[in-house]
C-alpha cells in the first residue's frame, strides 16, 4: 500500500492510533531518545539517530523473567509476571535500527525460541523514516547490506516529501495502522513517486563513511585470530562497553536472582544487557578466563559480527549505525578497525 | 502453548552423598521432579540447576537414563549457586531446567571398544555414559576406565568404582605417592601411557581439567588414536543454557547448544583459547 500523508496531518494520524502505545524520538537535552509519546501534537520527525537504538523497547535492559517464592510445604513457586505489554507502534525508526531488530529476530528464533522476546516483539509495528540525510556523521549502513532507504524489518517506511511523507506499508499490521486513519491519507501521484525516488537515491550520494571490499573481511578473519593486530586495536580500550550495549544488534545477556527477602524466601529472576567487553563476562568461577585481555574481547566482537554471526545467519551483525564510533569515549572506530583486518599483511 | 525455557521445573532432593572433603568438597545429589512435568535426558547432556535467590549453574547430569527415576548430579563447591547447593539438605527443593547439549553419539559406538579417562570431577560428565554402557555391555566391546585425582580422597564414586570393578577394568592414580596406595602413582596422561590400551576398533572419551585434557589427548595420538576416536567435553561460562545469552562460544559454535561434546577432530578446527 502506498499513500501520501501531508506533514500537518501527522499528529491526527497518531490520535486515530490510541489504542496502541505509541514510541517516538523525543529531543533531550543534548541527545534524542525514543519515549512513550503521551501527546501526539508533540510528534517530531525531524530527530538525528537516538541515544539508543529501539532494541531498548523489544529487548529491555531488564526484565522479569519470573517471581519465586517458598510456599507452604517447602515447595517452591515460579511464577511468570502478568503480561504488561500491548500493541505498540513505534515511530521515526531509521532503516539501521529495524534492520538491527530483524538480526535479533535471527538471534531469538532459533532452536529454542525465546518467548519473552517474542511476546513483545510480535505486538510491535515498527514506523520508519527514511533517512534522506544521514543522521550521523558516522553512518555506513550502504557498506554492510543496508541503505538510507531500506525496508528490511520496517511495516510501513515514510519518506519526507517537500511539505509531505510518501508512506508505503508492506505488512497487514501496516495496512491496518493506515486504514484506522484512512481519510487522511491521499493517493500518491506520479511526481509524488518521483520525488520519493530522487531522495532516496540523493540519500545515499550524502553517506560520508564506507567500508570497501568489506566482503573479504569475513574469510580473512578466519586465519586472524592469532593476529597481533587485536593487541594493537585494543590498547586504549576502556571497557565500559558502551560500543555493545547502545548496538542495535548486540543480544548478550546476563541472568540473575534479586532476592527480596531471605525467609521466608521472594525474589525474582532476572534477565538484564550483558557485555563482552567486560572481563567477568566469561570468567570461570575457578578464576580461568578464556578470555583473559583487551584484546580477545575486541576479537570477539569483531569476529562475531563480521564472522561467526556471518557463518550462522548469512549476514552481518552490524547495520552500519554508528554509534559505537560515535560515543566510545577512547575513539576506537569499528570502520578503521575492518580496514585494518582487511589491509592486513598486505 | 510453546514452552518457556528459562523456567525450571521444580525437582526435591532426594539424596545427598558426600564424595570429597575440604576446600574443594564435592557432593553428590539425586533429585525427583516435584511434579509430572520432568524430562528425560540423553548421555553427556547436562541440566541447569537453580538455588532460587542464588542462581543458576550448569552441571553435567551423571546418571544413566537408564536409571530413570532420579537424575544425578555431582557438584564441585567452588561459588555461589555450588555453595549454596552444599547447604542444602534431603527433602529440599531446587530448580532444574533442560536437558542441554548434545550428548555422547553412542549409537555409533556399538560394537566398539570404550576407554574413558577422567580426572577429578571430570568423572561426573562421562559416569552416565560409562554407566550406560555397562548397563548394555553386551553392544559393546571392552570397556576401560582410567581415572586419577590429586590425592585419593579426591576422587569421586569411591564406592561405585569399586562396584564396577568387577564389570570392566579400572585403573586408578593419584598424583604423589600416599600410604597404602597399590594402584598407579602420576598424572592420568602418564597411566594413560602405562595402560597403553590399542586404538583398534576403539572410542576414548576424556573429561577433567583443561590441562589434563591437552595431554592425555596429545597421548592418545601418539598411541595411535585418530582425530575421530577422541571424544572430549568444553567447559565455558553459561547463563542460558540456549544458545542465546551469547555467552559460551568457540568461534560460532554455542557449546550450551552446539557441544558440550566434540570429537577432537571437531574440536581442533575451532579456535583454541575462545
Ligand atoms: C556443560 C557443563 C557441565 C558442567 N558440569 C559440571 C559438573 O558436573 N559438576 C560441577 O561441579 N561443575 C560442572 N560444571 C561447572 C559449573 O557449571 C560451575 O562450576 C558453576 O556454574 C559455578 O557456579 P557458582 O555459582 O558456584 O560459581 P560463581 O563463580 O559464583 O559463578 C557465578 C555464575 O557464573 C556461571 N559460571 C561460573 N563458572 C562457570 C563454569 N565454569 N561453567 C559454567 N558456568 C559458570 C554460572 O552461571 C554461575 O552461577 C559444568 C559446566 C559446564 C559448562
Ligand atoms: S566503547 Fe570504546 S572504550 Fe568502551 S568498551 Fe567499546 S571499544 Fe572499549
Ligand atoms: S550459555 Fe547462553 S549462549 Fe551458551
Partial sequence: MEKILTKKALPQWLIKLNAYQIYAPVKKENHWSYEALDKPESIRLDHLNTIQSPKMIIFPQREVFFEFHNAEGNTLVMKEPASESSATVIFGVRPCDAAGVTHQDKVFDGHFKDLYYWKRRNQTILVGLACNTPPSPHCFCLSVGGS??????????????????YVESFSKKGDTLISLAGD????????????KEKAHSDSEKKLKRHIKDLETVPPKL????DSPLWEEESLSCIQCGICTY???TCHCFDINDEKDSSSPLSGKRVRTWDNCQFPDFTMHSSGHNPRPDRASRLRQRIMHKFNYFVTNYKAYQCTGCGRCIDKCPVGIDIIEVLEKVRDYGK | MENNHYIPKVARIINIKNEVEGARAIKTFRTQFAGDDGFTHACGQSAMLSVLGK??????ISSSPIEAEYLQFSVLKTGRVTSALHEMKVGDMIGIRGPYGNGFPIDKWTGKNLIFIGGGIGLAPIWSVLQTALGKKSDYGNLTLIYGSRTSKDLVFKEELRGIKQEMAVHLSVDNEEDRWEEYVGFVPNNLLDKNPSPENAVAITCGPPIMIKFVIKNLQDLGFKDDQIYTTVENKMKCGIGICGRCNIGPHYVCKDGPIYSWAELKKLPQEY
Fill in chain 1, 184 to 195: 487522511i491519507f491521499s493517493t500518491p501521484k506520479e511526481n509524488d513517486k518521483k520525488d
Fill in chain 1, 148 to 165: 538510507p532507504h531500506s525496508t528490511a524489518g520496517f511495516d510501513i517506511l515514510m519518506t519526507e516529501l517537500e511539505d509531505s511523507y
Fill in chain 1, 222 to 225: 578466519k586465519d586472524m585470530f
Fill in chain 2, 55 to 60: 542462581g543458576e549453574s550448569m552441571i553435567s
Fill in chain 1, 246 to 248: 547502545l548496538c542495535p
